[in-house]
């Protein structure tokens, strides 16, 4: 034939001039039509590690994708004409990109669609679970106190990542008592208890953070002993 390359700059009919020459260097030709086809659909790779999990933001109710990290890529011979993701569940449902993309506390399935410049499509898919964020509460207040006095209770509230979380409001109990304080800029919380009930029972205080949109719960339980008090008299007979 006149042309004996058929790659994707020849997808379609492509008329032909055979040539046939025989051993005294005679030869005929004819008028033929080559159609060329691109039934192979793109290549499409999703990030590996699926199904992914990720805890919110600090103080919010989604998590933040950074960087293109669920990006998928494609190939494909004769070209890639378009790659997009579908997510209902995400801040923007479609896109090029998920880089910036919000996703909230719940389980998201993100289907990656690649398309080639002959209409062939391949897709993909992940999964993503977007938890509310861990939390640790450590009480560092007073671990005994006589009874009728006031006791000093702290306690310090970080996240997963070691930084201290402001704005929470933490129970603190002993016994039937109760208090409440709320974390600071710092992470820490204090309240004051004015003991009331009898020395005798072995106690525990035990420090709540009940959770809420943005962060699970957390707890700490310590010893704490109510003691005797100390009662002095002074004699002011004759």
Known sequence: TDITIFDCTKIGE?????TVTDNCFLSSTCKATVKVEDNISPEITCPSGSPFTYSTDLNCTYYTVVGTGFDATATDACGIVSLV????????????????IQLPVGNHTIIWTAE????????????VT???????????????E??????????LL????????????????????????????????TATL????SPVPAYTVMTEFEGDDTSMP??????????QEIALIDYIGT
């Open 85 to 100: 993701y579908a997510c209902p569940t995400a801040s923007v449902s479609s896109g090029t990109s998920l880089a910036g």
């Open 158 to 189: 970080k996240d997963e990542a070691n930084a201290p979380v402001s704005g929470k409001t933490i129970r603190f109990t002993i016994g039937t008592q109760s208090v409440t304080g709320i974390t600071g800029g710092d992470g820490i919380a």
């Open 218 to 227: 957390a707890t700490d339980e310590d010893p704490f002993d109510i003691t």
């Open 116 to 127: 080639d410049v002959n209409g062939n499509k391949s897709t993909g898919q992940i999964e």
């Open 146 to 155: 006589q009874y009728s006095d006031q006791a000093s209770l702290i306690a």
């Open 130 to 144: 977007v938890q509310k964020r861990s939390l640790v509460l450590t009480y560092t207040g007073d671990d005994n």
């Open 194 to 197: 004015n003991l009331e009930q």
């Open 14 to 18: 492509n008329p032909v001039v055979l």
